[in-house]
């Protein structure tokens, strides 16, 4: 299986043009007021229509209701939830079973403590996401730009590809590969100029670097479903 490729946060046509121009496999829509990347709407219906069928669409969001979930796809018709607050297991499995679409649910790390809850979260999510744990005085969740140490994830075998997350860059991408042998990686941050602000060159050299890194990794590490 060749290493998935996510560039989320995208607000911009030109940013999302290229994405997709560069071969990103996820493009990602954040749906969170309180995130520089929020996206309203209309905008997001607009974006959706640029993807077409080029790459998968994916909607972020953190604890949303169900009423929230379903204007999101009614506007974007993403291909993935992406689950980036504090949704339970049951929570997982009802989004997915209400809405019929793939979910992946993010797990923030710090220490191998937290992978306790991913035996549960693997057994209903169509993939698990590991981002970074966010600050204990932080307003929005993930590693804001920061990373884990990924060596916690040594013991993250037997079940489905994982994707990595959490200040991921074009300078460190291979070493995050080459490390946890994720099935995939995703970036926000480490291709802005600003906070918030995609910067065109560094989505394409951070695209490149990864496929070059995915086509030199070893066998893929997977996220326990036991």
């Keep these: 299986m060749s290493l998935i490729v996510k560039i989320c946060g995208l607000s911009t ?24 990347r929020h996206v309203a709407l209309d905008r997001a219906r ?5 993807v077409e069928k080029r790459a998968q669409k994916v909607a972020l969001t953190v604890d949303a209701d169900d009423a929230t979930l379903a204007n999101i796809v009614e506007i974007l018709r993403p291909d993935w939830l992406q ?25 923030g790390v710090k220490t191998k403590d937290d992978l306790a809850s991913v035996p549960g979260y693997a057994s209903v999510a169509d993939r698990i996401m590991f981002d970074a744990r966010a600050p204990k005085d932080a307003t929005r969740p993930g590693g ?9 994830l040594d013991d993250v075998v037997q079940g489905r590809p994982f994707i990595l997350s959490g200040g991921l860059t074009v300078a460190n991408v291979a070493d995050a590969i080459g490390i946890t042998r994720a099935g995939g990686v995703d970036v926000s941050s480490g291709v802005e100029s600003a906070l918030g602000v995609k910067n065109p060159d560094m989505i394409r050299a951070f695209i490149r670097a990864a ?13 326990s479903r036991a």
């Design 13 to 36: 046509p030109e940013t999302l043009s290229a994405a997709l121009d560069a071969g990103a496999d996820m493009v990602g829509f954040v749906f969170f007021e309180a995130s520089p």
């Design 144 to 152: 804001l730009g920061m990373p884990f140490d990924w060596h916690v």
């Design 46 to 50: 607009e974006l959706g229509r640029q």
């Design 83 to 107: 689950l980036h607050g504090n949704e339970t297991v049951a929570r997982v499995r009802d989004i997915k079973q209400t809405f019929g679409l793939p979910v992946m649910k993010a797990i």
């Design 211 to 223: 496929r070059e890194a995915g086509n030199a990794k070893p066998n893929q590490k997977v996220a």
